[in-house]
T-cell receptor, first 119, second 114 residues
Framework: DGGITQSPKYLFRKEGQNVTLSCEQN?????MYWYRQDPGQGLRLIYY???????QKGDIAEGYSVSREKKESFPLTVTSAQKNPTAFYLC??????????????????FGQGTRLTVV | KQEVTQIPAALSVPEGENLVLNCSFT??????LQWFRQDPGKGLTSLLL???SQREQTSGRLNASLDKSSGRSTLYIAASQPGDSATYLC?????????????WGAGTKLIIKP
């Protein structure tokens, strides 16, 4: 079955440590995204990549880094510079859609998330 | 700047009732609107996607409508069941962003009482 796999499900980070969250997709989608979810708030975009070997900062990129060496993989590193990393992290990919009047848009698909906790 | 609001933040109803969840957005220039379901500690499951040229979409007991001019969408759940208990999120894909990112509401936490 096609889908997005995030690992690990739970991750614990000590102060000053970098940790990497894995995201793998077999949907053959070009565009991939990382969102952060905090209680009572909407999801916020951290980084996105619309093609291999290219990625862009989202709304809250400070303290995070990514790479996109393969189409299937978009790992997120939470660095020690991120002062409040405890959150639920969601990886997504976008499927192109043909909308009204022939306009392109996209449909998002999500992984099961990684819960990161600072200890 | 596009903003998405979901009201109410939480809703508790008896089993069997029909209910409506609301989503509003400030900029009508969108590609589409999606409704998602999130169970506690889990990822997001896509429920319905409404393109900007469409008025509604249906899937089983779920019906989502879109009124782009007024910046509103509703998710109608018929004959609610305890298994419908979850947080429901709506998100829009704004035309003004070239990266097709989603802009999210904070969600409505739904509890269906047996």
């Amino acid at each position: 079955d096609g889908g997005i796999t995030q690992s690990p499900k739970y991750l614990f980070r000590k102060e000053g440590q970098n940790v990497t969250l894995s995201c793998e997709q077999n949907l053959n989608h070009d565009a991939m995204y990382w969102y952060r979810q905090d209680p009572g708030q909407g999801l916020r975009l951290i980084y996105y990549s619309q093609i291999v070997n290219d990625f862009q900062k989202g709304d809250i990129a400070e303290g995070y880094s990514v790479s996109r060496e393969k189409k299937e993989s978009f790992p997120l590193t939470v660095t020690s510079a991120q002062k409040n990393p405890t959150a639920f992290y969601l990886c997504a990919s976008n499927r192109p859609l043909l909308g009204g009047a022939g306009r392109m848009n996209t449909e998002a698909f999500f992984g099961q998330g990684t819960r990161l906790t600072v200890v | 700047k596009q903003e998405v609001t979901q009201i109410p933040a939480a809703l508790s109803v008896p089993e069997g009732e029909n209910l409506v969840l609301n989503c509003s957005f400030t900029d009508s220039a969108i590609y589409n609107l999606q409704w998602f379901r999130q169970d506690p500690g889990k990822g997001l499951t896509s429920l319905l996607l409404i393109q900007s040229s469409q008025r509604e979409q249906t899937s089983g007991r779920l019906n989502a409508s879109l009124d782009k001019s007024s910046g509103r969408s509703t998710l109608y759940i018929a004959a609610s069941q305890p298994g419908d208990s979850a947080t429901y999120l709506c998100a829009v894909t704004p035309r003004r962003n070239s990266n097709y990112q989603l802009i999210w509401g904070a969600g409505t936490k739904l509890i269906i009482k047996p």
